[in-house]
Each structure stands twice: as structure tokens, then as C-alpha cells.
């Protein structure tokens, strides 16, 4: 697989990384760890030199991470987030320096390593200035326990603010055909500073897939269930962009998944997805869009595709839409 480097001054990586939230946490009951440790292992066997977890997704992710790439430590780049109170979203944020030194600690024994290569705030803490974050992240790269800094769903004042203290390898948010919100300050001001950008759910929470209908059900603890985007009403509303998707798709002998991935790579180079997925035909599936090259033609007609559609459904709840974007 072809390797970007995370902004001017970040980690070389595969072109698409594996989001490893999705086996453990999240999206339905998750894979019990052989079958996880498996899976990393398939995907590292694929290509894939980049892997993402994060405290907040529970022990068992970071285990999982830790024990599938023990054996390949040095030819791999593991990302890991710091950012609630004990780790527990639910709880609200926490960025306190004293606690992330905490989990920086517990997230080095779990993944079974003397070095975390991505460091990440998971969300803005208000309650904790930013040069403090950043600051401590500084120490802990002094102290060679992190290479790496990031931020994760970061507003442009709060890059700014930490990029001053300690500059920003990466930034991870959402971002994909059908939420394009980074594209009017995000993408400019990380041009700027020389950031990467991780775009996580980059096909849309599966929705982009073509595999999710009106009628689609989902697992009780499926946090799913209560985005407004996934709304029954949402879903249907917004089949057009996935119609869309399916025909450009046939035409090109790929499948929507694969022409979500492809226009992200295309639009900057050091722009690295990291789709999810519990199933091995869906990650080869995935990690074949790294060979995809649309053409301006196919850009040009995905754009025009998207300026008549009105995606429809706020991306989290209230609750969790507070977290974001500070």
C-alpha cells in the first residue's frame, strides 16, 4: 500500500489506516479479543501500518491493539487518545494534565509498548487551558513516552492555541461525503500549520457503504440508535447521495465504499482515512479504494452530485454535540 506523511512533521503511515474502535466499542457487541487480535493482524497483513484506539473505547481496544502488534511494534504507528473522566464519555471531558499522565501510563502497558507514536485529546477540555495540554504533551515527548501530538474534533482556536506550544502532527475528525464541515476552516488552517488530518467515519457510520436502509436495525447498545442522522426518516431522506454513490460505483467496477475512501485520498495528501470494521471481506474491500484514482471527471461529478443534495439529520445528539468543535 502506498504510505502519506501526517503533516510536515508527523509519522509516515499507510494511506489508509484501521479505526479499531468498532471491535469492542460503539457499534453492536464488538468481536471477543482472539478474534480482534485477528483482525488487526489481517489488516497489518493488507498493508496497513496505522491503527487507532483510544482509552475511551475500553481496556479490551487497547489490549487487543497491544497484543496483535507486538510482533511488528517497529513497522507500525499505534494512535491512542486521552480525554474523559476515567475514560467513560458519558462522564464528561477531563484533560487535567495530572490525568493524562495517568492514562498515558495505563495506555503503555495495555498496548504493550515503551512509546505511544500518536497522542491525541480526544475533545477539548474548556475547564483545562490548552497551552496546558499541550505543554504536558511536550514533557511527555521530552520523555520519549510519546512522539507524536494530536487533536481530535478541535475548533481552529484551539489548534492554534496548542500548535503554539507544541506543534500538531495530526488532527482527527469527522469528515466524508456527507459531512463536509471541515472543508470551510479546518482543511485551510491545517494547510497552514502543516497538520494532517485523520478523517474518522470516513463512510459515514457505514451509511455511506449502501448496506444501511430506512429499515435497517440496529443492536441495542449500537450508539447508533440515538444519532439524529440515523433517524428512519434521516435514512431515507438521505438515500439519494448513496444512489448516487452506487452508480458511479458500477460504473467503475468498485463499490460506494471504495469511491467514499478514493475522494477523500484525493483531496489532499496527507489526508489518511481510518474506516472500521468488524468483517475481513469489508476491510479488503475498504483497503482496495487506496488503488482507486478518480478521475477529474469523477470528482467533478461527485461534486455536483453533492450540491444537489441536503443531507439530512444533525451527526450526534445534543449531549454529544456540546464536545465538539470547541
Not at 482472539?34 to 484506539?53: L, N, P
Not at 487487543?64 to 499505534?78: K, S
Not at 460505483?249 to 472500521?276: C, F, K, N, Y
Amino acid at each position: 500500500m502506498q504510505t502519506r506523511q501526517l503533516g510536515r512533521h508527523g509519522p509516515q503511515v499507510s494511506a489508509l489506516g484501521y479505526g479499531c474502535m468498532g471491535l469492542s466499542f460503539g457499534y453492536g457487541p464488538g468481536l471477543d479479543r482472539a478474534s480482534g487480535v485477528a483482525m488487526i493482524r489481517h489488516a497489518f497483513e493488507r498493508g496497513v501500518t496505522f491503527f487507532d484506539t483510544a482509552e475511551a473505547y475500553g481496556a479490551l481496544n487497547e489490549e487487543m491493539v497491544g497484543e496483535a502488534l507486538a510482533p511488528v511494534r517497529d513497522q507500525v504507528v499505534i494512535a491512542t487518545k486521552f480525554g474523559f473522566q476515567d475514560g467513560n464519555a458519558s462522564l464528561g471531558v477531563d484533560s487535567r494534565p495530572e490525568r493524562i499522565r495517568v492514562v498515558v501510563e495505563q495506555s503503555l502497558r495495555r498496548l504493550r509498548t515503551d512509546r505511544i507514536d500518536l497522542l491525541y485529546q480526544h475533545r477539548v477540555d474548556p475547564a483545562v487551558p490548552m497551552e496546558d495540554v499541550a505543554g504536558c504533551a511536550r514533557d511527555l515527548i521530552a520523555q520519549g513516552k510519546v512522539r507524536h501530538f494530536g487533536l481530535s474534533e478541535a475548533g481552529a482556536e484551539s489548534i492554534r492555541r496548542a500548535h503554539a506550544v507544541q506543534p500538531v502532527a495530526a488532527l482527527q475528525s469527522e469528515y466524508s461525503l456527507w459531512w463536509r464541515q471541515p472543508e470551510r476552516e479546518i482543511l485551510p488552517l491545517l494547510a497552514e500549520l502543516g497538520i494532517g488530518f485523520v478523517p474518522f467515519s470516513p463512510l459515514g457510520k457505514g451509511f455511506l457503504t449502501g448496506a444501511i436502509d430506512a429499515s435497517t436495525s440496529f443492536a441495542s447498545n449500537d450508539f447508533r440508535n440515538v444519532v439524529p442522522r440515523f433517524e428512519a426518516a434521516a435514512r431515507a431522506a438521505n438515500q439519494t447521495l448513496v444512489e448516487a454513490l452506487k452508480q458511479l460505483a458500477a460504473e467503475r467496477g468498485a463499490t460506494p465504499a471504495q469511491i467514499a475512501l478514493a475522494w477523500l485520498l484525493s483531496q489532499r495528501p496527507d489526508i489518511v482515512p481510518i474506516p472500521g470494521t468488524t468483517k475481513r471481506h469489508r476491510l479488503d474491500e475498504n483497503l482496495g479504494a487506496a488503488a482507486l484514482a478518480l478521475s477529474t471527471a469523477d470528482l467533478a461529478r461527485i461534486h455536483a452530485a453533492l450540491d444537489g443534495i441536503a443531507v439530512t439529520g444533525d451527526r450526534y445528539p445534543p449531549a454529544l454535540a456540546a464536545l465538539v468543535a470547541n
